[in-house]
């Protein structure tokens, strides 16, 4: 009996030990990211938008809500390829989901009315 | 007696196999992130002290991971880099040692993270990064939180679980080469390690533990590689 206790014991703390399961998921988004950093060409554009496609359309993580930043930052793409109605709609989606965001993503769509 | 004693030794063993000995509290390392609860960072562009050109887009692609995962608001990194740039803010450097309120009223952050690359070489099989991440209060301009160290990652070790052919579909699948995905992965994991004792934002769970745990070392010397996780 006693060893059952010093084996559950032992057994827990490693278990303690582990990485807990993480608030998102990313999809590729750091190395997509970091190409469209680096390149800004028309495919590193295409891969990242594809990247937030992803991470918005399946989460993973425990929150299973899209990670901040991510509908801005799609949204913004978005309207560097000319999709404005559509990255308009996306930066919204980031203050509706992210409430702290609205000081800065209202700062933006105020200078898109313009 | 001499069960307790096993036991105790037990205890000692699995407890020491975690980590190496840490003697300063989070609550106190970081007194600043406790009192003020921050909620939302700004990502700074990476200040480059290293002679590699490509470092700043390494780190910079990989910060938003971390500070998100560890519960804080990280404004639009893409989308402030364009208004940094616009303002004639990407020089991160200039801002280190100034007041940082502005930051606060134009992208409602309530903190702001540096991040310093102060070395970034490469030999054969191994890059040896020297990295300090800041992060400062815009309200106050205090730094709530201070870390730097030298990490010596080993390249060799690959972290596409399949091998070869895994290695082949994960460049495919993107158009970035084998050299850069590696690369990237050396940034992930300096700020994934670095980062790893952050307080936590409000986004995460209320951890009870959470004072109860130890700060870092500020200023430490590692060796990892691609299969550290964070």
């Known amino acids: 009996m006693k060893k059952i206790i010093y084996f559950s014991i032992s057994l827990f703390?490693?278990?303690?030990?582990?990485?807990?399961?993480?608030?998102?998921?990313?999809?590729?988004y750091q190395t997509t990211s970091y190409n469209y950093l680096k390149n800004s060409d028309e495919k590193s554009t295409q891969e990242l938008i594809k990247t937030y496609q992803g991470i918005i359309a399946k989460q993973t993580g425990t929150r299973s809500v899209v990670p901040p930043g991510i509908y801005a930052d799609y949204g913004?793409?978005?309207?560097?390829?000319?999709?404005?109605?559509?990255?308009?709609?996306?930066?919204?989606?980031?203050?509706?989901?992210?409430?702290?965001s609205k000081v800065f993503i209202d700062r933006i769509l105020k200078k898109l009315e313009k | 007696m001499k069960k307790t004693t096993i036991l105790f030794v037990l205890i000692t063993i699995v407890l020491s196999s975690c980590s190496t000995p840490k003697t300063v509290l989070k609550?106190?390392?970081?007194?600043?992130?406790?009192?003020?609860?921050?909620?939302?960072?700004?990502?700074?562009?990476?200040?480059?002290?290293?002679?590699?050109?490509?470092?700043?887009?390494?780190?910079?692609?990989?910060?938003?991971?971390?500070?998100?995962?560890?519960?804080?608001?990280?404004?639009?990194?893409?989308l402030s880099m364009e208004i940094l740039k616009k303002e004639s803010a990407y020089d991160a450097e200039l801002f280190l040692n100034s007041s940082l309120t502005k930051f606060g009223e134009i992208f409602g952050a309530d903190m702001v993270l540096f991040t310093i690359i102060n070395k970034w070489d490469k030999t054969y099989g191994n890059?040896?990064?020297?990295?300090?991440?800041?992060?400062?209060?815009?309200?106050?301009?205090?730094?709530?939180?201070?870390?730097?160290?030298?990490?010596?990652?080993n390249?060799?070790?690959?972290?596409?679980?399949?091998?070869?052919?895994?290695?082949?579909?994960?460049?495919?699948?993107?158009?970035?080469?084998?050299?850069?995905?590696?690369?990237?992965?050396?940034?992930?994991v300096c700020n994934g390690y670095t980062l790893s004792d952050l307080p936590i934002g409000k986004y995460a769970p209320i951890d009870p533990k959470e004072s109860e745990q130890f700060a870092g070392e500020n200023n430490f010397n590692v060796s990892l590689n691609s299969k550290y996780g964070y």
């Open chain 2, 27 to 78: 609550t106190v390392a970081y007194k600043g992130m406790y009192n003020e609860k921050p909620h939302s960072v700004l990502l700074m562009p990476p200040i480059n002290r290293s002679t590699a050109v490509d470092a700043k887009e390494y780190f910079h692609s990989t910060l938003i991971v971390p500070l998100a995962n560890a519960g804080f608001y990280v404004i639009p990194p893409f």
């Open chain 1, 13 to 28: 703390m490693l278990c303690s030990c582990t990485s807990q399961q993480k608030l998102y998921s990313w999809d590729k």
């Open chain 1, 76 to 100: 913004f793409l978005l309207l560097q390829v000319n999709k404005t109605a559509e990255g308009k709609e996306m930066l919204l989606k980031e203050i509706a989901l992210y409430p702290e």
């Open chain 2, 127 to 153: 890059v040896s990064v020297g990295v300090e991440y800041i992060l400062k209060s815009t309200k106050t301009n205090e730094i709530l939180y201070d870390r730097k160290g030298i990490i010596n990652y």
């Open chain 2, 155 to 188: 390249t060799s070790i690959s972290s596409s679980g399949g091998g070869l052919v895994g290695a082949l579909i994960n460049v495919a699948a993107t158009s970035i080469n084998t050299a850069a995905t590696k690369y990237v992965d050396v940034a992930r």
